[in-house]
């Protein structure tokens, strides 16, 4: 399943400080940045929320990387939805920013190229079909991923094609691409393979990915190591996961072009990456990878060759900590912490985004307390080069919470609104982060679902249950052939625990979650009457049926250990749908039309058994959206009506 990444609402007056007597303002997102190979520029994705709950309309901005100096870039379909740069990439020698633009309302996409203080953008060539992950080689050549003639936008959360004609039978595969002189394309690849992600060889002869033969939205969690020729596209396979629960992620050339890196380990979903660090020497016959990271108690999240060639640059999950480490390539030496904090970063499939030349690095930090920046500098000494969100602050207080569970320890967030009455206990909602295999990280708490519940009084506890990351692979494979049953009993633990530090009332708890959480939102109303409301999004109610209805079914075998069609069993006893009538807590489900991870048939089954059983119950599947529903801003105004609405009227 799909780590759904919670809704971004209308941010609240009531969540949000700022200057007294000033009407609140949007929060402005960084959403992706890269900076310059000489250090001096970084360029963002960002966008302001709206109204509606998301972000409608994307700008591409080229701050000065020591004062944040802005250099806007004009797009040609700026102010139009879904307008949104992809595949930020640097030329070599800086002058230039390329990057790719979808036409609204369609499968088209222009790559273009800009210079470094911004303005017009020059157009590069047209292509219908999908462009993404840009890349420049050491030379200056420029690659891209691309699918010709898609059906859809690439990744299992977008909008499903229409189920019609021969089931199979169209298959679209994304592949390397070289951008020729004359804004053609050159395939680097073969057609009968998805390429996932990739880095070229520092010699600019080829190239180093991850791919799977077939449909690109399933087929991700048995992908392989290629490499890949520039010159004619064969490809090699360099490296097979060791088992079924190893999927494979970033992989990065050393500058030497002797070794590979990439992260392996169990994973949920294709973007939400986390496990252990491997380092694969090349061209060597037989060669095995290593891991250098055995047993490590975080989970490494993102990879990448430090500027000496020599170590590597990770980004790790430590509980609640963030941490950007430096690495040894072998195993058994000494790791070095270079920044920790209670905080997410991003902006960047690496652990930062660095520019060797001067070691200045950029990065997007966000806290529950404060809204995203961008920060440059040296690493660990960084500081805000941006000021977008300037005076906004959530009124929240947060709790680190950590708690054991069949004796072992689970850390999950207790967020309380700080404006609460004196001596009065809080209603409380439990949200379950997507995956499993992700983790409730700290987010600003003055949008999403977050600050309208903050907002309406009710304390918001976010667990770190068994199957999330965060403290080492042991506890992320923690779920394995036993989904719902070890991580709702760390989930209730949890919930005590936040009841010792804060003044829950026990008798007003509410749970809530979409996908995996979703899912577990239905499993639990199946298993304790604890809850008074529920509301799953994108849920999964029956895991026999599932198996044959969703887009994505090999992400089950790692988890289940085998094909529904072969250990019925271990399926049946992890669903709602067999335990249903356990049911007392009132349910409101939702699901998008067109999703493909989590299909609209699960949710309609758990509303009609509910329905049957007479259990209060609400169901509603928003036409035309997706795992991720980013079609119509109105249905995400109309979910938050909907939920606030469910738990107040059970909460009170």
């Given at each position: 399943m799909r780590t759904f990444k919670q809704a971004i609402l209308t941010t609240a007056a009531f969540a949000v400080c700022g200057?007294?007597?000033?009407?609140?303002?949007?929060?402005?997102?960084?959403?992706?940045?890269?900076i310059s190979p000489d250090g001096a520029r970084i360029a963002a994705v960002e966008g302001d929320e709206t109204p509606s709950g998301g972000i409608?309309?994307?700008?591409?901005?080229?701050?000065?990387?020591?004062?944040?100096?802005?250099?806007?870039?004009?797009?040609?379909?700026?102010?139009?939805?879904?307008?949104?740069?992809?595949?930020?990439?640097w030329s070599p020698d800086s002058k230039t920013l390329a990057f790719a633009l979808r036409t609204p309302g369609s499968h088209d996409y222009t790559l273009y190229t800009v210079g470094s203080d911004g303005g017009a953008p020059a157009k590069r060539t047209a292509f219908h079909g999908t462009l993404d992950d840009l890349r420049y080689s050491p030379g200056g050549t420029l690659a891209v991923l691309a699918i010709a003639d898609a059906a859809k936008e690439v990744g299992a959360v977008e909008a499903g094609a229409p189920i019609t004609g021969e089931l199979g039978a169209d298959v679209h595969e994304q592949r390397i691409a070289i951008l020729q002189p004359d804004g053609s394309f050159k395939w680097a690849s073969p057609d009968n393979l998805f390429v996932y992600e990739y880095d070229w060889t520092p010699d600019g002869s080829g190239f180093v990915a991850t791919a799977a033969p077939g449909d690109g939205d399933n087929h991700w969690w048995v992908a392989k190591l290629y490499d890949f020729?520039?010159?004619d596209g064969t490809g090699t396979v360099i490296y097979t996961p060791a088992n079924q629960r190893q999927q494979l992620a970033v992989p990065r050339v050393s500058p030497d072009g002797k070794s590979v890196s990439f992260i392996g380990g169990i994973m949920s979903d294709f973007g939400s990456t986390g496990g252990e660090a491997f380092v694969l020497p090349l061209g060597a016959a037989g060669a095995k990878a290593v891991d250098i990271t055995p047993k490590l108690p975080a989970t490494v999240t993102a990879l990448a060759w430090a500027c000496d060639g020599k170590s590597l640059l990770a980004s790790e999950l430590a509980a609640d900590q963030r941490r950007i480490v430096s690495l040894p390539p072998t195993p058994g030496g000494t790791a070095q912490v270079l920044a920790?904090?209670?905080?997410?970063?991003?902006?960047?499939?690496?652990?930062?985004?660095?520019?060797?030349?001067?070691?200045?690095?950029?990065?997007?930090?966000?806290?529950?307390?404060?809204?995203s920046e961008i920060e440059a500098g040296r690493i660990g000494q960084w500081h805000d080069i941006t000021h977008a969100n300037e005076g906004l602050s959530a009124a929240v207080e947060v709790k680190n919470v950590v708690w054991k569970s069949d004796g072992k320890p689970v850390q999950g967030w207790l967020l309380l609104p700080k404006n609460a009455p004196a001596g009065k206990k809080l209603a409380m909602v439990t949200v379950i982060h997507g995956g499993p295999a992700a983790a409730a990280?700290?987010?600003?708490?003055?949008?999403?679902?977050?600050?309208?519940?903050?907002?309406?009084?009710y304390a918001v506890f976010a667990p770190n249950p068994r199957g999330s990351y965060g403290q080492g692979e042991a506890f992320t494979l923690g779920n394995v052939r036993d989904f719902g049953h070890g991580d709702l009993r760390d989930d209730l633990a949890g919930i005590t625990a936040a009841e010792a530090v804060a003044p829950i009332d026990e008798n007003r708890l509410g749970v809530m979650g979409w996908s995996y959480g979703g899912y577990m939102t239905m499993w639990t109303v199946t298993q304790t009457n604890r809850f008074k409301a529920a509301v799953a999004g994108a849920g999964i109610a029956n895991w026999q049926s599932y198996y044959g209805q969703n887009g994505i079914d090999a992400w089950m075998i790692p988890y289940f250990g085998a094909s529904v069609y072969d250990d019925p069993a271990v399926y049946a006893k992890s669903s709602p749908i067999n335990f249903i009538k356990h049911v007392k807590t009132p349910t409101l489900e939702v699901v998008g039309e067109n999703d493909v991870e989590c299909p609209a048939p699960q949710t309609q089954e758990f509303w009609h058994a509910l329905q049957d059983l007479g259990v209060p119950t609400t169901s509603v599947i928003y036409p035309g959206e997706g795992h991720a529903?980013?079609?119509?801003?109105?249905?995400?105004?109309?979910?938050e009506k909907r939920f606030l609405a469910w738990f107040?009227?059970?909460?009170?």
């Amino acid at each position: 399943m799909r780590t759904f990444k919670q809704a971004i609402l209308t941010t609240a007056a009531f969540a949000v400080c700022g200057a007294a007597g000033a009407a609140p303002r949007p929060v402005h997102h960084f959403l992706r940045t890269a900076i310059s190979p000489d250090g001096a520029r970084i360029a963002a994705v960002e966008g302001d929320e709206t109204p509606s709950g998301g972000i409608d309309t994307f700008s591409l901005v080229i701050h000065a990387a020591t004062d944040g100096t802005p250099h806007p870039v004009a797009l040609p379909c700026d102010g139009k939805p879904q307008c949104r740069p992809a595949g930020l990439a640097w030329s070599p020698d800086s002058k230039t920013l390329a990057f790719a633009l979808r036409t609204p309302g369609s499968h088209d996409y222009t790559l273009y190229t800009v210079g470094s203080d911004g303005g017009a953008p020059a157009k590069r060539t047209a292509f219908h079909g999908t462009l993404d992950d840009l890349r420049y080689s050491p030379g200056g050549t420029l690659a891209v991923l691309a699918i010709a003639d898609a059906a859809k936008e690439v990744g299992a959360v977008e909008a499903g094609a229409p189920i019609t004609g021969e089931l199979g039978a169209d298959v679209h595969e994304q592949r390397i691409a070289i951008l020729q002189p004359d804004g053609s394309f050159k395939w680097a690849s073969p057609d009968n393979l998805f390429v996932y992600e990739y880095d070229w060889t520092p010699d600019g002869s080829g190239f180093v990915a991850t791919a799977a033969p077939g449909d690109g939205d399933n087929h991700w969690w048995v992908a392989k190591l290629y490499d890949f020729s520039a010159k004619d596209g064969t490809g090699t396979v360099i490296y097979t996961p060791a088992n079924q629960r190893q999927q494979l992620a970033v992989p990065r050339v050393s500058p030497d072009g002797k070794s590979v890196s990439f992260i392996g380990g169990i994973m949920s979903d294709f973007g939400s990456t986390g496990g252990e660090a491997f380092v694969l020497p090349l061209g060597a016959a037989g060669a095995k990878a290593v891991d250098i990271t055995p047993k490590l108690p975080a989970t490494v999240t993102a990879l990448a060759w430090a500027c000496d060639g020599k170590s590597l640059l990770a980004s790790e999950l430590a509980a609640d900590q963030r941490r950007i480490v430096s690495l040894p390539p072998t195993p058994g030496g000494t790791a070095q912490v270079l920044a920790a904090s209670q905080e997410s970063v991003g902006g960047t499939d690496d652990p930062v985004s660095i520019s060797c030349a001067t070691g200045r690095a950029a990065l997007v930090h966000t806290s529950f307390t404060t809204p995203s920046e961008i920060e440059a500098g040296r690493i660990g000494q960084w500081h805000d080069i941006t000021h977008a969100n300037e005076g906004l602050s959530a009124a929240v207080e947060v709790k680190n919470v950590v708690w054991k569970s069949d004796g072992k320890p689970v850390q999950g967030w207790l967020l309380l609104p700080k404006n609460a009455p004196a001596g009065k206990k809080l209603a409380m909602v439990t949200v379950i982060h997507g995956g499993p295999a992700a983790a409730a990280q700290p987010q600003y708490a003055g949008t999403g679902w977050t600050s309208k519940l903050l907002g309406a009084g009710y304390a918001v506890f976010a667990p770190n249950p068994r199957g999330s990351y965060g403290q080492g692979e042991a506890f992320t494979l923690g779920n394995v052939r036993d989904f719902g049953h070890g991580d709702l009993r760390d989930d209730l633990a949890g919930i005590t625990a936040a009841e010792a530090v804060a003044p829950i009332d026990e008798n007003r708890l509410g749970v809530m979650g979409w996908s995996y959480g979703g899912y577990m939102t239905m499993w639990t109303v199946t298993q304790t009457n604890r809850f008074k409301a529920a509301v799953a999004g994108a849920g999964i109610a029956n895991w026999q049926s599932y198996y044959g209805q969703n887009g994505i079914d090999a992400w089950m075998i790692p988890y289940f250990g085998a094909s529904v069609y072969d250990d019925p069993a271990v399926y049946a006893k992890s669903s709602p749908i067999n335990f249903i009538k356990h049911v007392k807590t009132p349910t409101l489900e939702v699901v998008g039309e067109n999703d493909v991870e989590c299909p609209a048939p699960q949710t309609q089954e758990f509303w009609h058994a509910l329905q049957d059983l007479g259990v209060p119950t609400t169901s509603v599947i928003y036409p035309g959206e997706g795992h991720a529903m980013r079609t119509d801003p109105r249905h995400l105004e109309d979910f938050e009506k909907r939920f606030l609405a469910w738990f107040a009227k059970y909460l009170g």
